[in-house]
C-alpha cells in the first residue's frame, strides 16, 4: 500500500482562504497589509519568485510594491531603501529575495531589516529567537512544512525526527521548531557518515541538501513521514526532490511530492507571517 501524498497545493489553498479572512478583518479597520521585496539583479530564478510572491498577495488582499536594484548596485543604496521601509506605516513586511550579489554582505542587510517587519524570518534576532521558542517570525518553509504535518495530524511529541541538510534557512530552523514541538531530532548533512544508519530510524524525515533522488528507499523507515524540501531540474528539464519519490511513496506513510508539496506552503507563510505583522502593529486580535 501507497503512502498518503501530503497536497501542498491543497493545504495552501486552505491557509490561503484564511488569511483572506484576516485581510478581510483588517479592511474594515481601515488596515491594508503591506509587504516590500528588494531585488537586486536580474537572476531570472528570483524574478519569478518574487512575480509569485507579488500575484499571491493580491489573491489575499495584501498590499506589495517591488523595489529593484541593478545588480552592480551599492549595498549602502539597499540599505536605505530597507531604513525608509522600516518607517514606512504602509509597509508591515520586508523581504529581501536572495541570493544577493557577491559584493554584498547578506547579514548586514538582513539585519538592518526591523525584527517587526522581517517576515522571511531570517534576521539574526528571529533565527536566534528559535532557541528559546520566543522567535517574532518564524522561517517560511519550516514553518510552512510544520503547518503540513498538524494540518495531516501527524504526531510529533515523542517521534524521532531527522533533519537531513543543515542550512540558517531550512535545516536548523527546521530542527528547532521540531525540537519545540517535544520530537528527538536528529541533525544530519550529506557529509554525514553511514547516514541511512540516521534516516533508516526517523518517524519524521525532512530532506534539505539540493542533491536530486539522494534519499533511497532503502534509507526510509516503513511508515515514516518523509518530507522533501529539494527541487532540482534535472538535464532534461525534470523538476524532482532531494528524496527518490516513486520508491520511497511505496515503503513511506506520508510523503510531499515535488513539485506540489512544500513549495506551495513557503509563499504562503510568508503571506501569513505579513499578516501577522500588521495585526501587531495595530494591536488587532486575530
Known sequence: MGANIIDGNAIAREVRAELRTRTESLEKCG???????????????????????????????IHSEVHNFPKDAEQDEVQRCIRELNESPLIHGILVQLPLPQHFEANRVMTSIAVEKDVDG?????????????TVFSPCTPYGVMIML?????????????????????????????????????????????????????????????????????????????????????????????????SVK????????????VGPMTITMLLCNTIEAAERAHDVTK
Not at 509587504?35 to 489573491?59: F, H
Open 31 to 61: 488596515i491594508k497589509p503591506g509587504l516590500a521585496v528588494i531585488i537586486v539583479g536580474d537572476d531570472p530564478a528570483s524574478t519569478i519568485y518574487v512575480r509569485n510572491k507579488v500575484k499571491a498577495c493580491s489573491e489575499v488582499g
Open 150 to 246: 498538524n494540518k495531516n495530524h501527524i504526531p510529533i511529541e515523542g517521534k524521532h525526527a531527522v533533519m537531513v541538510g543543515r542550512s540558517n534557512i531550512v535545516g536548523k530552523p527546521m530542527a528547532l521548531m521540531l525540537l519545540a514541538k517535544g520530537a528527538t531530532v536528529t541533525i544530519c548533512s550529506s557529509k554525514t557518515r553511514d547516514l541511512a544508519t540516521h534516516t533508516k530510524s526517523a518517524d519524521i524525515l525532512v530532506v534539505a541538501t539540493g542533491i536530486p533522488r539522494m534519499i533511497s528507499v532503502g534509507m526510509v523507515k516503513p511508515g515514516a513521514t518523509v518530507v522533501d524540501v529539494g527541487i532540482n531540474r534535472l538535464p532534461d528539464g525534470k523538476l524532482v526532490g532531494d528524496v527518490d519519490f516513486e
Open 122 to 134: 531570517f534576521h539574526l534576532c528571529n533565527v536566534g529567537a528559535l532557541v528559546t521558542g520566543n
Open 250 to 261: 511505496e515503503k513511506a506513510g506520508f510523503i510531499t511530492p515535488v513539485p506540489g508539496g
